[in-house]
């Protein structure tokens, strides 16, 4: 393969380029809020377990502690 080929990986505007996160940060601490209200509301079901379990990873993964929200 010949080097001189241009990189296909950097054909994006660099400047222009948002953040990555964007509101995943933000989306996620409400969503742990309404589950909370639905848990209050409907009991503990299987559905409600689970996903709970997967909105407590992401708060995990982003460093933000439960139990201050």
Do not use: C, D, Q
């Not at 996160?21 to 309404?34: A, Q, R, Y």
């Amino acid at each position: 393969m010949p080097a001189n080929k241009r990189p296909r990986r950097l054909n994006y505007s660099v400047n222009k380029k948002g953040p990555v996160t964007g509101w995943k940060v933000g989306k996620s601490i409400t969503h742990f809020k309404k589950l909370k209200e639905r848990i209050a509301f409907e009991w503990e079901t299987k559905w409600l377990a689970n996903a709970m379990t997967i909105v407590l990873a992401k708060l995990k993964k982003y460093g933000i502690n439960p139990n201050k929200i």
